[in-house]
């Protein structure tokens, strides 16, 4: 282990330092679009759970707006809070700058914004530009077809080696039991079409059929496994927005009704404001997380009234079933995966019918504003879950309804925001936040939250340590400084306790987490830091005593992070993570990560390249590390490197012309120990896996 990392190592720091000696001659590009934040959160959000997610609605703004800029001279407080790159603060600073001195007359102007310093400014820098304003554009329907436009994007993936659900199995033992072959082939495929005229008119849908599941067969004769599609209408009048199929909620800080993504702690110290968008529309593949209806927003002067209603089949556990009438009389949990690919899965498909229907309320007026939300959840099944000390307070039967108190005040330089919350049993949810830019270089962020632990709500992703917001209190604080025009260090502190008990912690427990990162960023096209993290919870011991007892856990990460821009064509990209993870005094394990990434676009030709070639070393699962990878666009991965071994991926992106862009992209990866890969119908009998994916783009 340590010869390989060291060779390596050094190697890595050699190349990166050979080329940044010798490349100062050439012309400074301009600065490359800097995804860092995302891709930490993305991360974030993987070492959490194990469901492969699509995380469309974070990149989707983002490339909307690096196609169409937003216009500092005519753009507005909402329309800024959709990039998820601008604080509170930062928006109103620079709306008041506008407001007091007339329109901006260069995108470097924006340095003389209070809190908008030179690495903020470059990430913004692809999604804004600064031009004259012109008449506001009226909607007219001759013009929705002729200005609009369309995206089809087609996407083929397969994992080539072969795996035991798609073997060859005699007809007598799949009879004896059908559930040890998937019903469907390996191929992954994703469709996903949309039109979009200003941001004022949108419409598409999403097609997705995932590996093992049939396609125009079987189960699916209607072809794909989940279908998702969206109408929607943005300010025209006093419609603010208006969203017929599949569309999210979005109110408050997540605590009464949040559905899509959540983002938590990433190593953004400051970034833990959540902003909420209303009602929006759903483009994601994601199988869950979502309402299917109707929801709309009318703004009247001060006031917004947002109300939905939603119905939709849901998949289930299923507990039991009437042997009359095959009615579900009962489920013991909800799922979340949308797999589908063998007939226990089937039977769990569409299990239950969910219904949703609520309000909210707000008002603005100034920097303060306020909001009230209220839901109703009806199953038209019970949910009845096998009760354990650790769950009893976890909602169970056929309704809930969760209503809750949001709020946000401005007063320079301090931020205030927070919810309060109850659901239907009286179990009650509190989470308050503060904000501040003390200075051009200082920031500040705190939030305390207190969650009951007979708080419950199915549709709640406010900030927290629990996948659900219950039984949890906590303190964070982070900061953000700037210790110069180059060096900047971001620290947060969380600490959080348990009142009740958790899954695998059976007694009241606590925890916290330290992160601290030192940023470098010399010039616009270098930037370096290397980041610590130490996580300590509490779980049960695995000692095989009379009297059980809660073992610490300590989890600790050290990265060191290097992206350089050698010129307009080449970009390389270094990481080195460490890990060590302990348990009590008899568990004590370590592994590394390392990898070198290098992106390459052609001059004369419309093609660019990137990989990445890694290697890991880790003891067992339990250290593994997550790295997000560069993949074609609209797709995600962040595998999991443990064990032993490497890692390797190649991605070709062409565009044929203005309209038409395709991506061809290999990874493998090869285990030095493993002659065995996954388990259960995902079963390799090898030491290598790898995936193929095919896309294409076509915009009219």
């Known amino acids: ?88 603060i930062q928006i109103n600073n620079l709306i008041n700058y506008l407001t007091n001195n007339g329109q901006m007359q260069s995108i470097y102007e924006l340095q003389f914004v209070n809190g908008f310093d030179y690495p903020l400014i470059f990430k913004i820098l692809p999604y804004v530009v600064v031009e004259k304003t012109e008449k506001q554009l009226s909607f007219k329907i001759k013009d929705i077809f ?68 049939e396609l125009f067969t079987g189960s699916q004769k209607n072809g794909f496994d989940f279908y998702s599609a969206y109408f929607s209408l943005k300010n025209i009048g006093i419609v603010k927005s208006l969203v017929i199929g599949d569309y999210q909620a979005q109110f408050g800080q997540g605590l009464t009704l949040w559905t899509g993504l959540g983002f938590g702690k990433s190593g953004n110290a400051i970034d833990v404001k959540k902003y909420a968008q209303g009602i929006k529309p759903y483009s994601s593949a994601n199988e869950s997380g979502f309402l299917r209806g109707v929801g ?119 931020n205030f925001f927070g919810e309060m919350a109850a659901s239907q049993n009286g179990g009650m949810a509190f989470i308050n936040g503060l904000q501040t ?43 953000d400084f700037g210790l110069t025009a180059r060096w900047t260090i971001s620290a947060y502190c969380d600490f959080f306790s348990f009142p009740w008990l958790r899954y695998r912690t059976d007694a009241p427990s606590k925890g916290n987490e330290y992160l601290a990162k030192l940023s470098f960023e010399p010039s616009r096209r270098l930037d370096f830091y290397i980041q610590y993290r130490q996580k300590n919870k509490m779980q049960n011991s695995s000692d095989n005593s009379l009297i059980n007892y809660l073992d610490n856990t300590e989890r600790q990460n050290l990265r060191f992070n290097v992206s350089y821009a050698v010129n307009q064509n080449i970009t390389i990209k270094n990481r080195v993570e460490l890990i060590r993870y302990q348990i009590g005094n008899t568990y004590n394990h370590k592994g590394f990560l390392i990898y070198q990434d ?25 250290e593994r590390l997550y790295a997000y990878e560069s993949d074609v666009l609209y797709a995600f991965s962040i595998p999991a490197y443990y064990y032993k071994g490497s890692r390797f991926y190649l991605m070709l992106k062409y565009d044929v012309n203005r309209n038409i862009d395709l991506w061809l992209r290999y990874a493998t990866t090869y285990y030095n120990n493993k002659n065995i890969i996954g388990s259960g119908l995902d079963e390799i009998q090898g030491n290598s896996k790898s995936e193929i994916k095919v896309q294409m783009m076509i915009k009219f």
């Open 146 to 213: 002729k200005y609009g436009r369309s995206s089809l994007i087609a996407r083929y993936q397969i994992i080539p080696e072969a795996q035991k659900g798609y073997s060859e199995i005699t007809d007598s033992a799949l009879s004896a039991n059908p559930n040890q072959r998937y019903l469907g082939n390996a191929a992954k495929i994703y469709t996903k079409y949309s039109f979009n005229y200003r941001d004022v008119l949108k419409f598409g849908f999403v097609a997705d059929k995932d590996a093992g599941e």
């Open 437 to 479: 830019n003390l200075e051009n270089r200082l920031s500040f962020s705190m939030i305390y939250r207190n969650y009951q632990k007979d708080y419950q709500n199915l549709k709640s992703v406010a900030f927290g340590e629990n996948s659900q917001n219950a039984n949890e209190s906590g303190l964070f604080m982070g900061i």
């Open 598 to 622: 290098v992106s390459y676009q052609f001059t004369n030709k419309p093609l660019r390249i990137s990989a990445r070639y890694a290697l890991f070393d880790t003891d067992t699962y339990e």
């Open 296 to 414: 709309t927003t009318i703004g009247l002067k001060n006031m917004e009234l947002s109300v939905f209603y939603s119905y939709k089949s849901s998949d289930a556990n299923v507990g039991g079933t009437d042997t009359l009438t095959q009615e579900n009389l009962y489920i013991t949990s909800l799922q979340e995966t949308g797999y589908h690919r063998t007939p226990n899965e089937l039977a769990d498909k569409n299990a239950i019918k969910e219904t949703v229907f609520g309000s909210n309320l707000s008002y603005r007026k100034n920097n303060l504003k306020i909001g009230f939300t209220a839901y109703r959840l009806l199953l038209n099944t019970e949910l009845t879950k096998d009760i354990k000390p650790y769950n009893q307070f976890e909602f169970q039967g056929k309704e809930n309804t969760n209503y809750g108190f949001n709020y946000q005040y401005l007063i320079y330089p301090f």
């Open 1 to 88: 282990m340590n010869k390989s990392f060291l060779k390596y190592l050094s190697l890595s720091i050699f190349l990166s330092l050979f080329i940044g000696l010798n490349s100062n001659a050439q012309i400074i590009p301009e600065k490359p679009v800097n995804n860092e934040d995302i891709e930490q959160k993305v991360e974030n959000i993987a070492e959490n759970t194990d469901a492969e997610l699509d995380y469309t609605e974070l990149v989707e703004v983002l490339n909307f707006y690096k196609e169409n800029p937003i216009n500092l001279n005519k753009t507005n407080a909402e329309e800024l809070k959709k990039l998820l790159l601008l604080n509170d």
